[in-house]
């Protein structure tokens, strides 16, 4: 089993930064691409930004030149830096990474969330 566990959301005034992480831990071989979704209410999650095992990153057009995603593989935790926050970055942030397991071959992971909210 593995488990991805976010930290570093909370409230903060627009034009503001924040700072995600998300810990990896469990049966990895090896952490492959990594992401960062975010889900608003009432709409559906949306790809933010991903990370390859190499350190290549992608990002969506709405937090391009904002947001800066990045890895430690030795402490296997991936990070988002949130520059410029815009109240509609509010939203909760998911962690997601691929993962070539122990056991159990290739699988696909979730956090549990964390919570951003931008205010005006």
């Known amino acids: 089993q593995v488990q991805l566990v976010e930290s570093g959301g909370g409230l903060v005034q627009a034009g503001g930064s924040l700072r995600l992480s998300c810990a990896a831990s469990?049966?990895?071989?090896?952490?492959?691409?990594m992401r960062w979704y975010r889900q608003a209410p009432g709409k559906q999650r949306e790809l933010v930004a991903a990370?390859?095992?190499?350190?290549?990153?992608n990002y969506s057009d709405s937090v391009k030149g904002r947001f800066t995603i990045s890895r430690d593989n030795a402490k296997r935790t991936v990070y988002l830096q949130m520059n410029s926050l815009k109240p509609e970055d509010t939203a909760d942030y998911y962690c997601?990474?691929?993962?070539?397991?122990?056991?159990?071959?290739?699988?696909?992971?979730w956090g549990q969330g964390t919570q951003v909210t931008v205010s005006s």
């Open positions: 469990g049966s990895i071989f090896r952490l492959n691409t």
């Open positions: 990370i390859t095992l190499g350190g290549s990153p």
């Open positions: 997601h990474a691929d993962v070539l397991t122990l056991n159990s071959g290739y699988k696909s992971y």
